[in-house]
């Protein structure tokens, strides 16, 4: 007994312990994530934190609880669903909740306004061409650079044909469409055929330095010979008549407005930027005064300006229409904002990006169009997405002009006294501030989702 | 020894040549051409427009505001801070109140939004599940629904969830009571010797601030800690009680007075007793303080994501207890990510403050572009005028924001 070995010596190994329930599967999970902040009453200040904490958590549950169980109540549970008899408001007011009958029955103004029933295909037509487009260059499809190219040129002047029409079969005369082309079409044709002889120094060094210019104008010029001949052509082949921009109205409004504004602003927004960032002083200057004044004041008062200051500034007789006065509003705002955006993505430029590219002799738009904007905008991609979310939920602002867009189309139906109940004017908010969300939500993810991609590629 | 190189040298131009390749000269003629357009378009715009008055009958200038104005307009700061009174007052008078009322909302909506803001940007980085959840739900519902909306669904959710304007609710009892007619609280009135009680205030706030650096500069030469705030609760609240109880408490407050009994067209709140707010303030107020908070989460949540672990691990090491690292090392080193962003928010409130004139709160776009320029409809000095005053307000919280950055910048060596 004296001489045995009394020290201990563990000769298999000890089975392996699981690990403390604090720490796997769902209590740990709950422990780790819900409890663990409010458990800490080591020290005066932890208690004081946890106590904190216990009220926060115990605030934002039974108010989330409160929330959705409200709005379940409100959509669901204690909503009217159906009208078979077309009582309308007396269907509706028996029941506390949403009132979708409502919904259904104002479902074609919140989409189209008061747009043609008959005529209703066109918008449909453009809006598919626009969700198709969008969805090819949002997800990696081939050819994107193509289908932005034409999205960008091509499907504006479809959808405004398709939307608005031309005034043109009203009496079958086709002589004073070309009576507006021949002009330009000469002035284009004297135009281009100098460009041709002047861009290979032919004409001497000075007529090869104007050749750009030469070309500029013979471009302007085709445009405005060709766009009504393409409007009329494709108007005729499609048969559609006019449907004045005062009959639209809803959703359709709304894309129209911030489609105008996201496309007019990623140009305009360049040339801004650009000129911000150039040397030329009344380049400079110019841009910048522009930016900063837009920047420094609300929508509305650009919206004010476009709809009742601008026609004091037209030729007496020139009048346009609001819509598309409201557009031009828009326009400039947003590219205001834009060109901030894009100067972000040119000042985070390396110089070497620059001077590599003045090393290979390019000129200063080849080196703009072939190295530096096509990384600048690559990196500034989730401001770009941000400034069209800001644009597309600032599109509301156009209601206050009397312009019908989704939100003020909703608002309008309110006042129709067949569906006055209690709970209407929450149902239409509700189905609103859901499409909007949508739309937003959708943009804010694709924006995260890029910024992710273009993070990855850095690091 | 020199070398020299043999490039291809481009020949030497002269004459118009040599002008139209030299970067100078296109750059002046570029700029030339630009110039030239503005002009054009300045002189045409000009033109144009007084052609158009001439047309109409109408002069440019700016003598209707010296003109009474006689619309009614909602009883709200601006109102008061002018004394509004409908037909003698000048539409000069209008500018002023409409502007004041644009600027009590900004203001008092970027306070409450900067404290909304900070609570959810820092709840979303929470380790807590729930709080977390919490925060995210919020910042991504208010910022992806637009602010009109939002606007809208304030104004008919207070009206809904308020007695009608013949009775009253409270929320705290015997001080603020509401209908839907407003929110009326007590509303304190000053007699003579009043001025003694706010000088006094004004002394005591100085006093504290010099107490306080006193107190630091002890501390960084001897050590010595003093009981800095305890000192300035004293000061502020002793100075000025005791010039308040000396001159005779110079202070009565009136309340608001609420008729239950009588004819039924007369009952509710009597008008101009105690003071008021507006329903629709209200309903701007939570929207755009909601709303706003939403994005100033998103900007506080980068800023302190911005500032590296390293940071905290440090100040751990050195034994901070964790509420002095967030104040002296997180917060200061975030700020500075997060000033130039919350600058644009503070901004962006003001100016979506516009958007009162959808449902008729009486600010610089509602009642200056909108009513006023219906009743005399001069558009190009009302419309100037509007840009004008947002421009300035703009330069102004602009220039006072990049005082506060540069004051908290880091200073590089």
Redesign the interface.
Known sequence: MTDKNIAYLRTTEAPTLPPPSTEVGLRGWLW???F???ADYSST??AI?SIL?TI??VG??L??YWLIAGILDFSIFSATFSDPEGQKREACVVNAGACWPYVQAKWYQFMYGFYPKEEVWRVNVSMFLLAVGTAWLVFPMPRRGLVAGLMLTAFPIISFVLLNGMPVEDDGDLSHIFAGVWFPLIIAGVTGAGWWLAKDGRL???AA??APILLMVTALFGLFAFLPLITAGLDIALGTTVVETNQWGGLTITLVVAIAGIVASLPLGMLLALGRQS?????KY?SVIFIE?V???????VL??AS??L??????GVDFNKLLRAMIGVMLFSSAYMAEVIRGGLQAMPKGQYEGGMSLGLSFWQQMRLIIMPQALTTVIPGIVNTF?GLF??T??V??ISIFDL?GMM?ATLTDPTWAT?TT??TG?LV??FI??VF??GM?RYSVYMENKLNRGHR | MTTTNEVDQEPE?TG??AL??DSKAR?LF??GV??II?LAMIY??VQ??A???A?QGKEFGFDFFDRPSDVQILTTFGTWLIGYVPGESTIFDVLKLSVANTLILAVVGIFFATILGFLMGI?RL??????K??AT?YI??M???????QI??WN??LR?IAPGPRDSGTFVPGLLQYNTKGIYGPFPITHDGFYLTVIAVIIAIGATIAYGKYAKKLQESTGKQSPVFLVSIGILVGLPAVVFLITGRPLTIEWPNFVSEGPMLRRGFERGIGSYIAPEFMALFLALTTYTAAFIGEIVRAGIQAVPRGQSEASEALGL???LTMRKVILPQAFRVIIPPLTSQY?NLT??S??A??IGYPEL?AVF?GTI?NQVGR??EI??V??IV??TI??LTSMFMNWFNNRVKLVER
């Open positions: 780790k994530n819900i663990a902040s409010m200040g932890k934190n904490m926060l958590t934002s549950a108010f989330l001497g060094e000075v330095a104007m040397d030329a002083p009344i380049i110019t004044v920047r420094g004041i609300p929508l509305i008062s004010f300006f009742a200051m026609p004091y500034f037209l030729a007496p979310i939920k600032d509301t602002l209601l206050i939100l608002n209690p004017a929450y908010y609103i501030a909007y969300f937003c939500f804010s | 131009r118009l040549a139209v390749y750059s570029f700029q630009l110039a503005i045409l715009a144009n427009a052609q158009n008055l047309d709840m929470s380790n807590n599940f729930v709080i959840g919490f739900i991504e519902v910022r992806n629904i637009p602010l009109l909306l809208f669904f008919a959710a809904l207890p964790g509420g901004l100016k979506n516009s958007l004139a959808a776009v572009a320029l558009a190009i419309v100037a509007v840009i947002y421009l703009s330069l």
